[in-house]
């Protein structure tokens, strides 16, 4: 299976069609080729054996078959995840519940440590047809009798080699030896080390192995880098690389029709001329953006895999892989579209935390290592806003009018009794928009390298948003929009406690009051969030600077 395969589409792999109306609104455009790969072997109810790494669509490509095969009339627990750490257990649940977004009265729990039992014990008495679990959790709940897996299906297990590697390798056969025996197990692992091997032969039957296969290739003209990023610093991060590279037209990709719109949109948001391309678009839609980034009416576009396909354009300098691919071939197709017509071109490659192991593999398929890069500093980026100030200084020198501007400003110069410094000064400023000209780097966030945590050090205060669970608000989206809109680095966070109708944030103590101004007007889920101190709730944050 390859990325290339056009003919592969959702709708051919046999799934519920409430599922693929999910997929359809999430803007999946189409499968990945894990997906491709395991859904049909999933829903034909063989055992799996899947080679994969995070963001190759693995979830999914588990989640849609088991979602699938349920029967929601039984309140019977049918399906068991289980997944290495408490973060990947509620990443995977919250991704079964917005494939399940459209089949009723469908309830998926995460049961992890660290979680007070109370609301799993609730969960689990009301009845649970997907749980997804940290391999303790599980046990002690097998052992408490407040799980049962008589009635199970089908067991996944997300991210085996990461299981074993944090000794969970005993727990993990204990609730293989306390399900039944006929049921499907789908493992998942990015490695296969001999005791994933033994675990499979001993546990599995007769399983499917499907492996994603690396084309090898290299993109010799191309040089290749890539950043270390947050997911919710990714837009800073893309409006810096856009502000210091020198470039002509770029191209950026991400996963999804959806984030096609949003990022475009956010990147307009903040000055810069960006299109979306997307397999919404018809022939004559298509044709007119290609036209306009051809002629250099545009410079930015942003795109899918499906919609990028066969886009020749010379005047592309960039490939900004702002989502990473999810497999090494979409990478290597991605990146030919610059470089084109003998010239040189640039691919860039963001990689949040998780992903690494992607990297790797893209590192192995292109037989070049990638550089890492680092996220351009604010001084970077003033000494390019400073230098292209210049620019437009010297550009309006040269206007026709220029003349009768000058007569203008001499006049006001004599009048007010200022000096011809300031009166420059003053109508840069009326340029400028009400804007900063300058970025710091106290209000932007740097970096974030998977080792660091920067701004752990800083004092934390509780801080009140008007959006709770009634809102169907993830923790996810709350970090998201205020990392967002506030421009508040992610690692700044402390707890995030979800409410009905509010939840309570932990932010730094002295958010600057441009932050609070642009989260006072930002909304999650639809609500304006009004963001503020609790004044409530233990200690009232200072007032802010
Ligand atoms: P995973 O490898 O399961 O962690 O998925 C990585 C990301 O890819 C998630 O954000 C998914 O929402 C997204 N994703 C999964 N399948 C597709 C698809 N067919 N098309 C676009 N995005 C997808």
Redesign the pocket.
């Known amino acids: 299976m390859t990325a290339a395969d056009a003919e592969t589409t959702f709708d051919g792999l046999g799934l519920d069609r409430r599922l693929l109306r999910a997929v359809k609104d ?1 803007g ?5 080729p894990i ?1 491709a790969a395991t859904i049909p072997t999933l829903l034909a109810g063989r055992d799996l054996v899947g080679l994969a790494q ?7 490509a588990f989640a849609l078959p088991v979602l699938s095969n349920i029967d929601a009339k039984s309140s019977a627990t049918q399906a068991l995840v289980l997944a290495p750490t408490r973060e990947l257990v509620l990443q995977v649940a919250e ?1 079964f519940g917005r494939y399940a977004h459209h089949v009723k009265d469908l309830h998926v729990l995460p049961v992890y440590g660290g979680q007070a039992y109370a609301p799993q014990l609730a969960g689990l008495r009301r009845g649970a047809h997907v749980v997804v679990g940290t391999p303790g959790r599980v046990i002690d709940h097998l052992e408490k009798g407040t799980l049962q897996l008589g009635s199970l299906r089908t067991l996944v297990l997300d991210e085996a080699d990461e299981m074993l590697r944090m000794g969970f390798q005993e727990d993990v056969e204990r609730i293989l030896a306390r399900t039944p025996d006929r049921k499907q197990v789908a493992l998942f692992s990015a490695t296969m080390p001999p005791p994933i091997k033994r675990i499979s032969k001993r546990y599995l039957h007769d399983p499917v192995e499907i492996t994603v296969k690396a084309r090898t290739v290299t993109a010799a003209r191309t040089r290749q880098r890539f950043l270390f990023v947050a997911g919710q610093q990714k837009m800073d991060a893309l409006t810096r690389i856009l502000e210091v590279e020198p470039y002509q037209a770029v191209l950026i990709f991400v ?2 029709k959806s984030a096609t719109e949003d990022v475009a949109e956010r990147l307009r948001s903040r000055g810069f001329a960006a299109q979306a391309i997307n397999g919404d678009l018809n022939q004559a839609q298509r044709e007119r953006v290609i036209g306009q980034l051809r002629t250099g009416a545009l410079d930015l576009l942003v795109a899918t895999d499906v919609a990028a396909r066969g886009l020749d354009v010379d005047r592309i300098t960039h490939v900004i892989n702002y989502d990473i691919p ?1 497999d090494t071939e979409s990478y290597v197709h991605r990146i030919g579209r610059t470089g084109r017509a003998g010239r040189s071109g640039e691919a860039l490659l963001f990689v949040t935390p998780r992903e690494k192991g992607l990297l790797n593999a893209i590192e192995k398929a292109t037989r070049q290592p990638l550089t890492e890069m680092d996220l351009p500093s604010a001084d970077d980026v003033n000494a390019q806003r400073v230098a292209k100030f210049h620019d437009a200084i010297t550009t309006a020198l040269a206007a026709s009018n220029q003349s009768m501007f000058k007569g203008l400003v001499l006049d006001y110069a004599r009048e007010h009794n200022v000096p011809m410094a300031d009166v420059a000064a003053a109508l840069a400023v009326m340029s400028q928009d009400g804007g900063d000209f300058l970025l710091s780097d106290l209000e932007r966030a740097g970096p974030a390298r998977p080792e660091r945590a920067g701004g752990k050090d800083r004092k934390l205060a509780k801080y009140r948003i008007d959006v709770g669970y009634r809102h169907r608000v993830t923790p996810g989206q709350i970090v998201g929009a205020i990392a967002n809109e506030g421009g508040v680095d992610g690692s700044a966070f402390g707890k995030i406690d979800i409410h009905a109708n509010h939840s309570i944030v932990e932010l730094p103590e002295h958010l600057p009051k441009k932050v609070l101004a642009a989260l006072a007007k930002t909304r999650i889920a639809d609500q304006l969030i009004q963001l503020r101190p609790d004044e409530r709730m233990g200690k009232r944050p200072a007032r802010p600077r």
Not at 54 to 60: D, I, P
């Open positions: 999430l999946y455009e189409v499968p990945s997906q995070t963001g190759t669509g693995k979830t999914a991704a996963r999804t999810t």
